[in-house]
Structure formats: structure tokens, C-alpha cells
């Protein structure tokens, strides 16, 4: 431990007494402690071992101590020394270029929290955003700031509604931030309001001369005449964007899906202005207040200059009691890729049929995984698919159960679906559908630990089966109902099973888990299973059908579902 | 925790001038601290090395040239979870100009005979997946890529953890023909004992 570290000279304290804590400088008392103490001695309660404390952090180390590294006390303290200053100048197209750089640099801010950074680390950066009522005079930054936390709120509680504890822990946290600012909820008014001001802006500098009346007298947007056009349409896009977005969130949260038409409108919308606003930098490049600091792709503004406004260790009081994590936000070309992948992947989401087949749904959701989503995504989706326990909101797990496995929909009403194993198999069938929709690690070590599940349901239900009724395993026609059901969700729980293992071995290939001297072994292992897997399915179909009629196509359908992967991978199954 | 292994310009030297030493008390842990400080990126407390070094001091092992120290290994072991007794290396660390001459292979060896000694049934550890000296060498030994972990170091790096099992006695009935159909990674644990 560095001793010279506590030779520091009693300051006097700035940190003011309150009325239960008086603060007095411990460096004397420590200094002694220490003289006393030979090299490897711990001083420690009973309790306190080695293991312990390897958690603790050292105070003053910058590498561990989140709350050293900053300039500033408090966010106050910042604000009073002018780090965030409203109006940012009195300069109308000042203030205008400015307003414009805090929107880009916050759009990368987002980005980065999104892509698992924290969210006091990253847009709430911003002081602006952490004082909400001082903006209030100022209409384009106020209303933005609103739709901004009012976002994050939104997306914040998709991503802890969804609840999966993989990577999100990190991201939604948000104690100490204020997140629900005083009507926010309205900030899509305030928002419309503004942005049809600057409409009418936009119409006055383009309309000729000679047509404008003096009534229609608008004050301009900023002062200099020839650059009112392009700063008017360098905002309209970036309000347009943030409003159709945030109703991209609200409309895919509507439940049972009867949001997603719409939705699909907005995200087309917000694609556009995005490119409306990559279009911008142009303009805003070239005309930027003093020179362009940053002309490179790095920059986190189109305009090239830094954001008025942000400071990363504002919050680094109230950040998470972990060693100071390195941030490197986005660039705003990055940021705004990011922007539209998200929006493609939400789209994908958006177009799906909802269809009330477990297999087509597992195909999709296989499918939307290779494009790698992020979290936000992948969170809409799982939110998607279970809500209330059901399918889409709509179909109870028994339904999806029953069409699985082939049986007729005169089953759907069938009291068996009450049965206490037959319950659990819906539970499992929500909780696999869940991991699907989780990030490819963490989705492969919950898969193998689920098999034991499966395992046990079948093990549970064919022994109610036996219990109930016999060993008999021949099912016809007029028979007892309930044991057609049963054996037909037995067939179709192996299935399942060996769909499982199949995913948690081609997901290895994804995560780079295997090396060319294991390919052998997982093929090996992939064969036998999807042998079974088409045995299974099979079986599942003549018992259905009870005819041979579907049995060539239907081994070649499982197969040929699985087999691009492996022959891309260019070995040869025996 | 974190591996460092990368091939760069070496220092020259005989294989026969490294000397290797178990841990040996608190005169050591400055050397081990200043290599693994300078070299990794996570921070670790003084309290990190202790906890390794004074619970587990036959696990750790340096190596010197001309009686500097030039690389370490810091490990672990215990009861798991599933009451398997597993070993943990939890830092490793070679200076660059003495990388790619076997000496992390030397160190990790030295500290896995330990722990099979001592009765381990695997060992375990983390290294980021951009890590290829590491991977390597740790591939050459037997481990294979048991997990990857998502974002699992602070500057948002995924992480392999890698597991070597040691065979078990009641494989060792079992019978290993030479055929070359049989090809399980079992080979390679016969690999690392033959190496031992």
C-alpha cells in the first residue's frame, strides 16, 4: 500500500457539518496505526477475511476510486461555475449551432448506454439533463431534454420488464438520476409545439420577399438570414426523429401486439430523418462557429465541435461503488448506425405475423438472433412474445402445447391442461422462449441447464401417463382422450428436447467455443441429435396423421432446416 | 481474471538462465504486484495479491533471469460449487521482451502439477477472446472453451473461460485404442501428463 498517500495535510474540511455528523481528519491517527504495523499485518473484525477483502477499494487510487476524479463536487458546483449555461449564448445562431451539437453529442451518449455503458456515464452526462428545471426558458433545449429523459425512461423499463439479469444490470441503473421529470409525459406537445414553430420558420425564409406580409411577421430562428434554412431543417429532423422514435416505443409496447402496424410507420420516419440528418453535417461542418475542432470520423457532433454541457464524473458520486469503468462514447457516425440497426431489428419485430406456431416462431426467433440484435431489441421481442403468461398476450401456453403437438383443436378446451405437470411444461415453454430472446452467451448456458428440466417434465408426465393409464401404447380413435394427449406431448417434449440440445451445440459455433480439432466431436454430436430430432418428428406426424404419407418430407424438412449450417462450415457428416 | 501472452521482440537468452520460483513469502509480492500493475488492465487492490499469494502460496510461482523477475503465475483452488475441487489461475504474466520462449507455459505447468497433486479435478480461468497468445497457449495445454461471457471485463470485452479436466480414475480402465475415429480430447490429457 502506498503510505505516502496519507501524508496529506489536514485541509480544512470542505465538507460542511449538518446536524448529525461532524467530519475531523483521521491522517494522525492512521499515521501512528500504521508505524505500528509490520509489512503483511491486516488490521480487521473478526468477521472480515482475505476473501472480503478483495472487494474493497482503495480510497484515493484512481484506478478503483470512482469519486476522485472529478473537478467538481456536486453538479451545482459545475453549473455555478458555468459549465452549462442557458441561453449557451446570446448569439441567436450561437446558441441555435450549439443546441444542435448537444443534440448529436447526446444521440451518442444514448448509443453508447445502450450498448451496455452506464446511463449516469453517458447521457445523464449532460447537466442540462440533471437540472430539469433550469432549461425551462429555453423552448427548442427544453423540449428536448424532456423527450429525451422521457426515452430513456421508456426504454429503461422495457429492459427491466423483460428481466432477464444478463447484461442489463449495468443498464438500468438510474438511482440518484432524474428520470421522470416534472411532465415529461407531455413532452411530445411541448415537442410539436417547437417543431411547428420552426416549421413556420423554415416557410417565412423560403417564402420570396415580396409574398411576406407584414403580419405574419415570425421572429427567425437565428440571425443570419442565409444560413436559416439549413438550421431550420437541421433541427426539424433531429425533433422529428426523437418524436417518431419515442412512438416507436409506445406504440410496440401496446399489448398483444396491436401497436406493431403503426409502429412499422414511425420506424420507416425515423430511418428517414436519419438520413436527413447525416445529410446535415455538410452544413453544419461548414459553417460552424469558430474552427471545426474536430473534422474527423472520432467526432461525436456533426458540426465536428464539442458539446457545451457534458461532464462524465458529474454522477460519479452516485455511480455504482465499482472501479471507475472507461468510457468511450460512440462516435456520431457509429451512434447513428447504431440508431438504424436497432430500428431494422426492431422492423423485423414489428413485420412478424404473429403466428400461432411454435415452430414458425422458433425458426424466426433463431433468425433474428444471426443478425446479432442488442438488448433493446432483443427486450422488445421477449416482451413480445410473453405477456401475461401468454403467447403474444393471446394464446395460453396449453394452446401452443396442443398445436405443437399435432393434436386436433378439439383438445384446446380440455381439462388436462389443469394438471399440475402439464401446467409446469407451459412455465418451461415461457422460460425457454425467454432465453431465446437473451444474448448468445448467456442464451447457450441457460439452454443446457434447462435440458435437465425437460428431462424431468417427461419423466413426470410419462409416469402420470403409466400411473393412469397402464402400459398400454396403442392410441385409436374413441379412445380415452386424455391419454391421446399425453402421449402426443410426450412425443413432442422429446422433440423439443432435441431441438434444445441442437441450438446449445450450434450456438458454440457462433461463440467460437469450438477448435477445428473439436469439430469432429460436435458434429459427431449434432448428427446424433438431429437424427433423433427427425425421428421424433416423425413419429409425431404418423401418430397424428396415422398414415406414412408426410414421413419422406418431413425428415428432409428438419433436415435441410439444419443442414445449411453445417455445410457451411465445410465438414461432411458421415 | 486476466492473461497476457503476445509474441513481440525477445531478449535473448538461454532457456537454461530462467530460474523458477515458488512463492516465498512477503519480500516476493512487490515483484508480483509491479509486474501484473505495469502489464493488466483490471485494477487490483494490495488485498487481491494477499488473499492469492497467503492462502495458496504453493500455487504461485515467478521466474528470473540475472535475478530479475520476469514473469508470474497467481493461482487458486477449492471447493466448487457441485463439490468439485477446482483450480483457479487467476493472473499470468510474462514482461514483453521475454514473451514467446515458453516461459508462461513453464509457469502455468509448474502451478497445474500442484494442483492435480493436490487433488484438483480441473482448473479453470478467464481470458478476454482477442487474447490469442493466451488461448494458444492454454489450447496447447488441453484447456477447451467451456463458456464465453458477455462483456465480462470493464472495458467491455468478452471472455472465454477456459476448463481443463483432469482424467478421473475411474477413466483410467477405459479402453484408448489408437484409432483414429476415437478422436476425443481425452488425447490431450494424455498430452499434458506425458509433458508433466
Known sequence: MDRHALHQPSSSSSIPATANTVWTDASPLLEVACKDLRDGELIHVDNFNLYAAMSALEIMDPKMDSGIVNRYCSVDEAIEDGVAPVPISTDKTTDVQCVIDIMDHLLTCEATWHKGHSLAQTVFSCAYLLRPERTSSHAL??????????????????????RTHEEEDLFTMAYGLPLSGDGDEKCLSLLNAVEENISRQLRACKAPSSKRKPLEDIEPLQTNFDLEEGYCKALLCRLRFRKHFFHVLTCMRRPQGRGLELARKHIASCISELGVILKSAEFLMSNAHGTCEDATEDRTTASGHQAIGFDASLNSRISAPTPPRSIKILSWKKAIEYFEKLLHDLDIICSYPLDPSLEVLLRFVAQFQKAQPDLVARAHLQLLLVQDGKLYGKCPMFSLIIRAARLPEVFLHHDIQKNEYVVQLGQLVINMLKILCTNAAWQRRKLGKILQDWRVIYVQIELAFRKDFGEGSSISNGDNASARILKHILIWVEEQTYWISHRFLILGFELELYSPSEYCMVYWYLYVVLIRLAEKTHLKMTVSDGSGKYTSTSCMFCFQGQWPELRSKNVCVV | MEQVQEKQRTEEFDASEIEYVSYGGEHHLPLIMNLVDQELSEPYSIFTYRYFVYLWPQLSFMAFHKGKCVGTVVCKMGDHRDSKFRGYIAMLVVIKPYRGRGIATELVTRSIQVMMESGCEEVTLEAEVTNEGAL?????????????????????????????????????????????????????????????
Open chain 1, 141 to 162: 433545449l427544453h423540449s428536448y431534454c424532456k423527450v429525451i429523459r422521457a426515452t430513456c425512461k421508456a426504454v429503461i423499463t422495457v429492459v427491466s420488464d423483460a
Open chain 2, 136 to 196: 494458444a497457449l492454454y489450447g496447447r495445454l488441453g484447456f477447451i472453451r467451456a463458456k464465453r461471457l458477455f462483456r465480462y471485463y470493464l472495458n467491455g470485452v468478452d471472455a472465454f473461460r477456459l476448463k481443463l479436466l483432469f482424467p478421473q480414475p475411474e477413466m483410467a480402465d477405459r479402453d484408448y485404442t489408437q484409432n483414429h475415429d476415437d478422436h476425443s480430447p481425452r488425447e490431450e490429457y494424455s498430452e499434458l501428463h506425458r509433458h508433466l
